[in-house]
């Protein structure tokens, strides 16, 4: 492996750091809490894990009362899943262009950041903003059922999914503009 100013040894470095980018923030881990805002010290909550435990609290107090509508209830937590898929098909993707035998250019590792970086943070306000409606629209939808079809159609599905889907046909436009040029 040569090694010169386009390709440097820590050029990977950026690369690696997409990758963990793309999961760390569209998937995140939360901490177990109940208020709501998070407390700063739980700054971990990050994206699918966020919206999934906050949907998941609403969901819960929710089939205490009416426990025939948990599963129409379920789709705030599936959404923020198909948020965490989002950011493992880039990280995917990004991994599979890091090899140790070929070489690495330092424009490939900040395209491969950038991408990261595009669609862990859509990530984190999509599931985010899918976790804080979703927990509420379920607990709505338990009062009146009406409005199950625009909590789907018009908060989650439209406006929220859709925060992170943009991140990721950002960030597969950026992968594809990596070049192996050493």
Not at 60 to 83: D, H, N, Y
Not at 90 to 98: F, M, Y
Not at 167 to 180: A, D, F, H, P
């Amino acid at each position: 492996m040569s090694l010169s100013a386009q390709c440097p040894a820590y050029a990977p470095f950026f690369g690696f750091s997409g990758v963990a980018a793309a999961m760390i923030f569209s998937c995140g881990s939360p901490p177990i809490f109940l208020s709501h805002p998070p407390p700063p010290e739980a700054k971990g909550s990050m994206g699918a894990a966020y919206g999934t435990a906050k949907a998941g609290i609403g969901i819960a107090g929710m089939g205490t009362f009416k426990p025939e509508l948990i599963m129409k209830s379920l789709i705030p937590v599936v959404m923020s899943g198909i948020i965490a898929v989002y950011g493992l098909v880039i990280a995917v993707l990004i991994a599979g262009e890091l090899t140790p035998t070929e070489p690495y250019s330092l424009f490939n590792g900040f395209v491969h950041m950038a991408a990261g970086l595009c669609v862990g943070l859509t990530g984190l306000a999509a599931g985010w903003t899918i976790g804080i409606v979703g927990d509420m629209g379920v607990r709505s939808y338990m009062l009146q059922p009406r409005i199950f079809v625009s909590m789907v159609l018009g908060e989650l599905l439209i406006f929220a999914e859709v925060l992170g889907l943009y991140g990721l046909i950002v960030g597969l436009i950026l992968n594809t503009k990596g070049t192996s040029d050493c």
